[in-house]
């Protein structure tokens, strides 16, 4: 079936540094793509969004990619901080009549000091 | 305002017990949606609410029932639970088109003894 699945499970990052997580995706019809942050005992918080017409996204020191040719999504995160530690999902939307959202595994993003 | 609540906050009842869980969102958002989370996995699909009216049903058993009273408000009814469905309970919500962005509430925690 259709999937969203990401390639590293848990991602240690110095803080300062950059972050890079990944997702790949198996739905060539998917036209939506967000990714979401969830810090524990907390519901999904939207980070940034984008659409299949665009490449790139950038938002306040988050940065979506988009490779629809090797069905790929990454979000990077500049001066990584310790608040940025959380669990990150990607999600893809394929449309239809309901926005119905197929999630990735989620990666968990450790920030070291 | 972007925010979605949901009550009570943990819940915990017994396998004969009855009980509701509660979503609100005043943002004038069409579509509602209830989610099931178990730790360390991606929220799955349960419900889709759209314009009032039920539109996904994602093969949920029975002993869960939800309900859209208004547009602002979204319920999930418990009856007869069993222990593996203790989970984190999540309520979304978007505009209504398949490509809008989905909005959490922070969720119940939810212990079936």
């Known amino acids: 079936g259709e999937s969203v699945g990401l390639h590293l499970p848990t991602l240690s990052v110095q803080e300062g540094d950059n972050s890079i997580i990944n997702c790949a995706y198996s739905?060539?019809?998917?036209?939506?793509f967000i990714w979401y942050k969830q810090e524990s005992g907390k519901g999904p918080q939207f980070i940034i969004d984008?659409?299949?017409?665009?490449d790139k996204r950038q938002g306040q020191r988050v940065t979506v990619l988009l490779n629809k040719t090797v069905k790929h999504l990454s979000l990077q995160i500049a001066a990584t901080q310790p608040g940025d530690s959380a669990v990150y999902f990607c999600?893809?939307?394929?449309?239809?009549?309901?926005?119905?959202?197929?999630f990735g595994t989620g990666t968990r993003l450790q920030v070291t000091l | 305002d972007t925010e979605v609540t949901q009550t009570p906050k943990h819940l915990v009842m017994g396998m004969t017990n009855k009980k509701s869980l509660k979503c609100e969102q005043h943002?004038?958002?069409?579509?509602m949606y209830w989610y099931k989370q178990k730790a360390k996995k991606p929220p799955e699909l349960m419900f889709v609410?759209?314009?009032?009216?039920?539109?996904i049903n994602e093969s949920v058993p029975s002993r869960f029932s939800p309900e859209c009273p208004n547009s602002s408000l979204l319920n999930l009814h418990l009856h007869a639970l069993q222990p593996e469905d203790s989970a984190l309970y999540l309520c979304?919500?978007?505009?209504?088109?398949?490509?809008?962005?989905?909005?959490f509430g922070p969720g119940t925690r939810l212990t079936v003894l």
């Open positions: 739905n060539s019809a998917s036209d939506y």
């Open positions: 609410y759209s314009y009032e009216k039920l539109s």
């Open positions: 999600a893809e939307n394929a449309g239809g009549t309901a926005s119905k959202l197929t």
């Open positions: 979304a919500t978007t505009w209504a088109g398949s490509t809008d962005t989905q909005y």
């Open positions: 943002m004038g958002h069409r579509a």
């Open positions: 984008i659409r299949s017409n665009m």
